[in-house]
């Protein structure tokens, strides 16, 4: 079974360009997440799709940023303009329907955005 | 608000070593908890979970964690290390009902010969 595939896997725009991630979750996964780690610092909550509706965007930093879900399959995060401190390492994880394996996430290897 | 504590951010072990990271997390009530691993160029990888039940869990690799509850600490521990485990380590907390995890800010482990 394919795990949790994000591309790019690296990045490299200038400040005020935009940038877009893409993530696609493991087959039947219904829940998709997005976190992302700045340098130095902890791995923080950006947001979680169920299918393609917006369960939880508490952790979206600015309008800068959107995510969608078109079909509630893969998703993507667009950063529009890009700032400096927007660098940094974007996760997506997703997680099956219903179950103990309800709160289990399984992480993709993640996108590394670097904004100069 | 809730918040994960990993006080060592960079540990070094002696290969065939005994291992533990520490990991307190402060919030009211007990949390789901978890420990993941992210090797250089991988995603994060579950180690183990804590949802209920037996305080100590087992893992993958090896691994066990142990929930104290008067403590707040769910601490990472392996036997005997191998050069393999050398990785940054990250323990993790979600609320019963909710599906975001709060991490802590890792702990990169490095195993000498």
């Known amino acids: 079974e394919a795990g949790v595939t994000q591309f790019p896997s690296h990045s490299v725009i200038e400040k005020g360009q935009t940038v877009t991630l893409r993530c696609d979750p493991i087959?039947?996964?219904?829940?998709l997440y997005w976190y992302r780690r700045v340098m130095g610092k902890e791995i923080k909550f950006l947001l979680h799709f169920v299918k393609e509706s917006k369960q939880d965007e508490s952790g979206m930093p600015n309008n800068r940023f959107l995510a969608e879900r078109t079909g509630g399959t893969y998703s993507t995060l667009k950063v529009q303009p890009a700032e400096l401190e927007d660098s940094g390492v974007y996760f997506c994880?997703?997680?099956?329907?219903?179950?103990?394996?309800?709160?289990?996430?399984?992480f993709g290897p993640g996108t590394r955005l670097t904004v100069l | 608000a809730q918040s994960v504590t990993q006080p060592d951010i960079h540990i070094t072990v002696s290969e065939g070593a005994s291992l533990e990271l520490r990991c307190n997390y402060s919030y009211g009530a007990t949390p789901y908890l978890f420990w993941y691993v992210q090797s250089p160029g991988q995603g994060l990888q579950l180690l183990l979970k804590y949802f209920s039940g037996d305080t100590l869990v087992q893992g993958i690799k090896g691994f066990e964690a142990e929930f104290k509850r008067s403590q707040s600490s769910f601490n990472l521990r392996k036997p005997s290390v191998h050069w393999s485990d050398a990785a940054e380590y990250f323990c993790?907390?979600?609320?019963?009902?909710?599906?975001?995890?709060?991490f802590g800010t890792g702990t990169r482990l490095l195993v000498s010969p």
């Open positions: 994880a997703s997680s099956p329907p219903g179950g103990r394996s309800y709160n289990e996430q399984f």
């Open positions: 087959s039947g996964h219904d829940n």
């Open positions: 993790a907390v979600m609320n019963t009902g909710f599906q975001k995890l709060v």
